[in-house]
């Protein structure tokens, strides 16, 4: 499953709490996710702005530091399945 060349990388959103990236296969559809009118599967809002869209590049260079709180940090991702945080201080 690696058809993902042809996909148009600017039909993208990253949903603000699992920071899973959806593809949507028109400007409609991603701009009904930004407008709040669709949300991601985990209920949290999708945003598709110029910082979104960076954030997923992070993402796709493995940066996750970049989304690290004082509480959990990022210790997994995937664009289909989101991230896999973890919770900072030892015993969770
Ligand atoms: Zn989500
Ligand atoms: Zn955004």
């Given at each position: 499953m690696n058809n993902q060349t042809a996909a148009d990388t600017s039909l993208r959103a990253l949903c603000q709490d699992c920071l899973r990236v959806v593809t949507y296969q028109n400007k409609e559809e991603l701009l009904a996710a930004h407008n709040e009118e669709v949300f991601c599967q985990c209920s949290g809002q999708l945003c598709a702005c110029g910082g979104c869209t960076d954030d997923i590049a992070l993402l796709e260079n493995g940066?996750?530091?970049?989304?690290?709180s004082l509480l959990s940090g990022v210790v997994k991702w995937d664009a289909e399945t989101g991230a896999t945080f973890a919770f900072k201080g030892g015993k969770a």
């Open positions: 940066e996750f530091n970049a989304f690290d």
